[in-house]
Each structure stands twice: as structure tokens, then as C-alpha cells.
């Protein structure tokens, strides 16, 4: 006999949906969510965040405005990161508030803590305060999402050099901002950073980016990026990263050139959050 029907690791929008699909069956649900709130990356730290942070950024800097009344021209002259964090936890707070009345509604039971197998059909939990339980289920499922690829060379202290987790909660805003990686979540803030004034130096390693989207689109799209501002070192790897005396970050290309800037977003990649759930105990192989 087990705890629970099934066991859910993480609360983000795939375990979301099972969980409150399989509670409408009349199962027995538990999802264990080691953050500090339900909602997992897209709610927290992803998705939502970011959308919400590039649109109150259009909205205050009058980005969309800007064709008619000059480049100038602003809604709120004097912008901080304050200004920023405020709206968007007015939204994060309202998207966990739906998630929690969601569970509750369907009877889904959650738990605080971070999951660890300890076998096939069961899970340990480890609350932030190091008090531990185990439980039980017929079938547990893992949708504990992924995390930013953080490699050794990237001095991270999160305060002028960031993961795309971290950037969302900025102590300030920067005159100056280096993005690695042109992927989709790099392209995203270095055009959000932009449409503030903010002078970007976007690093790719490869010579083109967003490959997926026609080649006439990205070309016209480089375009626009230069035309905010945004400067574009495409086709060298970064070799090294260093702090330099006056408090700039310096990256250094393969092909000699170097990107200075007060901050440093390291956009390049996440990984999957399964290295500390034990797999091994549940009989999952992992290569």
C-alpha cells in the first residue's frame, strides 16, 4: 500500500498538468516543489518573468510610442530596477495564487522540499530547514525542469555577473551589459536591456543565430539590433572572463577582440535538474 497514487517532482507547467490531471481521475497526488513557491522555472525565474519584464519595459520606456513622438522619449523618465521587480511580482504572485487554488480545487496535495529517490516507488523530501520524510507511490513522475549550464570559467557572484535565473532579480540597472548566447533567452534580454538605453554587446559563438527563423528575418533583424545600439560579435568563442580594476567585466574573443561591460549575462544553454534525484536508486540508468 502506498502514501500516494503518484508522486510529482517539480510544479512547473508539465507537472502542473499531470498532477491535476491525474487528482481529476480520483487519484491520490503529491507534488514536491523544492523552490520556495509552486509554479517552477516558468513561473519564477522563465517564461513569465521575462515576458512580464519586456513588457513593462515597452511600457515605461514608451518603446512603441517612440516612431512618433522621437527616440527620446520615454513614459517614466528615470527608470530603476525597482520599478521593474515591482510589476513583476505583482504577476508572479498572482500566477501562483491560480497554481495554488488550482491544486486545491483538485484536492492535489504539495510539499516544500527538494526530492531524492531512495527506490523504485520511493522519494525522500528535504525541507530548506534539513527536516527529511520519505513517501511513497505507485508511480512518481520526474518534471523537474532544468537549470542554466553554469560553466568554471564564468566567475558568477550575482551582482555583476548573472545566469538567466538570476538576471530578474538585478540589484540595479547597468549603463553597459555583455550577453552570451544568442539563443532565444540571450536575444530576449539583450533587446529588453536595449529598448532601455542600455548599450548591449551580444556574444555568439557561432556566426549566425536563431537558426530556425529564415535567413532574410535574422538579416533583417541584425539590422534592427544595430540600430538600438546593440553591438554584435558573432563567430569567436570567449576565451577568458575577467574583472578588470576599474569594475568592468572584460571577455576576451578567440579572434583577439575584447567586449568590456559593467554586467555580464551568461545565456549559453541550460541543463536538465536531475543530478541530485538519485536516479540510480529507482533503477534509472544515466549515461
Same mark, same amino acid.
Given at each position: 500500500?502506498?502514501?500516494?497514487?503518484?508522486?510529482?517532482?517539480?510544479?512547473?507547467?508539465?507537472?502542473?498538468?499531470?498532477?491535476?490531471?491525474?487528482? $481529476? &481521475?480520483?487519484?491520490?497526488?503529491?507534488?514536491?516543489?523544492?523552490?520556495?513557491?509552486? *509554479? *517552477?522555472?516558468?513561473?519564477?525565474?522563465?517564461?513569465?518573468?521575462?515576458?512580464? &519584464?519586456? /513588457?513593462?519595459?515597452?511600457?515605461?520606456?514608451?518603446?512603441?510610442?517612440?516612431?512618433?513622438? *522621437?527616440?527620446?522619449?520615454?513614459?517614466?523618465?528615470?527608470?530603476?530596477?525597482?520599478?521593474?521587480?515591482?510589476? &513583476?511580482? $505583482?504577476?508572479?504572485?498572482?500566477?501562483? %495564487?491560480?497554481?495554488?487554488?488550482?491544486?486545491?480545487?483538485?484536492?492535489?496535495?504539495?510539499?516544500?522540499?527538494?526530492?531524492?529517490?531512495? +527506490?523504485?516507488?520511493?522519494?525522500?523530501?528535504?525541507?530548506?530547514? !534539513?527536516?527529511?520524510?520519505?513517501?511513497? @507511490?505507485?508511480?512518481?513522475?520526474?518534471?523537474?525542469?532544468?537549470?542554466?549550464?553554469?560553466?568554471?570559467?564564468?566567475?558568477?557572484? +550575482?551582482?555583476?555577473?548573472?545566469?538567466?535565473?538570476?538576471?530578474?532579480?538585478?540589484?540595479?540597472?547597468?549603463?553597459?551589459?555583455?550577453?552570451?548566447?544568442?539563443?532565444?533567452?540571450?536575444?530576449?534580454?539583450?533587446?529588453?536591456?536595449?529598448?532601455?538605453?542600455?548599450?548591449?554587446?551580444?556574444?555568439?559563438?557561432?556566426?549566425?543565430?536563431?537558426?530556425?527563423?529564415?535567413?532574410?528575418?535574422?538579416? %533583417?533583424?541584425?539590422? /534592427?539590433?544595430?540600430?538600438?545600439?546593440?553591438?554584435?560579435?558573432? !563567430?569567436?568563442?570567449?576565451?577568458?572572463? %575577467?574583472?578588470?580594476?576599474? !569594475?568592468?567585466?572584460?571577455? $576576451?574573443?578567440?579572434? +583577439?577582440?575584447?567586449?568590456?561591460?559593467?554586467?555580464?549575462?551568461?545565456?549559453? +544553454?541550460?541543463? !536538465?535538474?536531475?543530478?541530485?534525484?538519485?536516479? /540510480?536508486? @529507482?533503477?534509472?540508468?544515466?549515461?
Amino acid at each position: 500500500m502506498y502514501d500516494y497514487d503518484m508522486v510529482v517532482i517539480g510544479s512547473g507547467p508539465s507537472g502542473r498538468r499531470a498532477a491535476v490531471q491525474f487528482a $481529476k &481521475l480520483g487519484k491520490s497526488v503529491l507534488v514536491v516543489e523544492k523552490g520556495r513557491r509552486v *509554479g *517552477g522555472v516558468s513561473v519564477h525565474t522563465g517564461t513569465i518573468p521575462s515576458k512580464t &519584464l519586456r /513588457e513593462t519595459v515597452l511600457n515605461l520606456s514608451g518603446w512603441r510610442e517612440r516612431g512618433f513622438y *522621437g527616440r527620446s522619449y520615454r513614459v517614466k523618465q528615470d527608470i530603476a530596477a525597482n520599478d521593474l521587480i515591482v510589476r &513583476l511580482q $505583482k504577476t508572479l504572485d498572482h500566477e501562483v %495564487e491560480v497554481l495554488e487554488h488550482q491544486f486545491s480545487r483538485n484536492l492535489v496535495r504539495t510539499a516544500s522540499g527538494e526530492a531524492r529517490f531512495t +527506490g523504485p516507488h520511493h522519494v525522500e523530501i528535504t525541507s530548506a530547514a !534539513g527536516e527529511t520524510r520519505t513517501v511513497s @507511490a505507485a508511480y512518481i513522475l520526474i518534471a523537474c525542469g532544468t537549470r542554466p549550464f553554469r560553466p568554471d570559467y564564468v566567475p558568477f557572484d +550575482g551582482k555583476t555577473v548573472f545566469d538567466s535565473d538570476e538576471i530578474i532579480d538585478l540589484p540595479k540597472l547597468p549603463r553597459s551589459l555583455a550577453v552570451i548566447g544568442a539563443g532565444v533567452i540571450g536575444v530576449e534580454y539583450a533587446t529588453i536591456f536595449s529598448a532601455l538605453d542600455v548599450a548591449v554587446t551580444l556574444i555568439e559563438p557561432r556566426a549566425t543565430f536563431l537558426d530556425f527563423i529564415d535567413k532574410e528575418l535574422i538579416d %533583417e533583424f541584425m539590422h /534592427e539590433l544595430r540600430d538600438r545600439n546593440v553591438a554584435l560579435r558573432l !563567430g569567436s568563442a570567449v576565451t577568458a572572463i %575577467e574583472r578588470a580594476a576599474n !569594475g568592468q567585466i572584460q571577455i $576576451k574573443l578567440a579572434d +583577439g577582440r575584447v567586449a568590456a561591460s559593467e554586467m555580464l549575462l551568461f545565456a549559453a +544553454g541550460r541543463v !536538465g535538474a536531475t543530478d541530485r534525484l538519485n536516479l /540510480e536508486a @529507482a533503477g534509472i540508468e544515466v549515461d
